[in-house]
């Protein structure tokens, strides 16, 4: 089976899936792994992000022409155009340190919606799809099997996100509730990988205190073309503009963690 028009879906989406596989296998060769520089404090960068983030460039600029916003790059969104949002290598410290949780993140923005979107999970070597009403997918030369979200890990996944001020302390606060609730294993994996283990039903929820859309947007729509609930953590509905997500695999559970974060 083919992933193209005679599947229904979107040109956008196979060439997504293309240029992630893609980045993908350049990341897990590891060359340029041990290049580490810092952007900031806590914030590092290799010359894998780097050369990831160009080979997709040039694969769908190639295909579309459409603007791309980068992690490594930039670039700035335009107002009367599509736009690519592209996260390279999204958990760069666990790549750096040889961890193999991180992802690569690729979303099509159209207005204020993310329609399509692929991401490449280094830990297992698969590709996640989805499209707006369409559902989301395992993909290899095509959809393989429809992605559902699932709560039976009892597993949640809480990242600070490099909080600072009152929201550094708020995040303190919340994961030490979480914890005292006694109700789920909590993890923290410092990558929006999280993002597709609620997709694909290995967790049950991910909260992150602060995050860019840049980041998230691919998981986002994965999660909900997966039947999760998505919001901010003030339980309003996630977009483009909001810095801060709460991914879960049910209502139910959803309302018990917007519960325990209580107010920002």
Not at 98 to 106: F, Q
Not at 257 to 263: A, I, K, M, Q, R
Request: with cysteine; net charge negative; aromatic share 6%.
């Amino acid at each position: 089976m083919t992933l193209g028009a005679e599947a229904g879906f979107r040109a956008e989406v196979l060439v997504a899936a293309r240029a992630v596989t893609r980045g993908l296998e350049i990341a897990r060769r590891g060359v340029g792994a041990d290049d580490v520089r810092f952007k900031g404090a806590r914030d590092v960068v290799t010359a894998t992000d780097v050369a990831v983030e160009d080979e997709i460039r040039g694969m769908v600029g190639e295909a579309f022409g459409f603007p791309v916003v980068g992690e490594e790059r930039g670039g700035d969104p335009p107002t009367d155009s599509p736009h690519w949002l592209l996260d390279p290598i999204c958990g760069t410290r666990n790549y750096a340190s040889g961890i193999p949780l991180y992802c690569v993140n690729l979303a099509l923005v159209e207005g204020d919606l993310v329609v399509a979107a692929a991401v490449g999970d280094a830990s297992t070597g698969e590709i996640l799809v989805a499209e707006r009403g369409r559902g989301a997918w395992t993909w290899k030369e095509g959809p393989q099997r429809r992605l559902a979200v699932a709560a039976d890990s009892q597993t949640i996944i809480v990242e600070e996100g490099r909080a600072t001020g009152r929201r550094r302390e708020h995040a303190a606060r919340f994961a030490a509730a979480a914890i005292g609730a006694d109700r789920w294993d909590v993890l923290s994996l410092d990558t929006t990988l999280s993002l597709a283990y609620v997709a694909v039903g290995r967790v049950a929820a991910y909260i992150v205190h602060v995050v860019s859309p840049l980041h998230v947007a691919a998981g986002t729509l994965l999660l909900t073309e997966a039947g999760g609930t998505l919001s901010d953590m003030q339980g309003s509905p996630w977009t483009l503009g909001s810095d801060s997500i709460v991914a879960s695999a049910d209502a139910a559970l959803h309302g018990e963690l917007l519960g325990l974060l209580g107010t920002p």
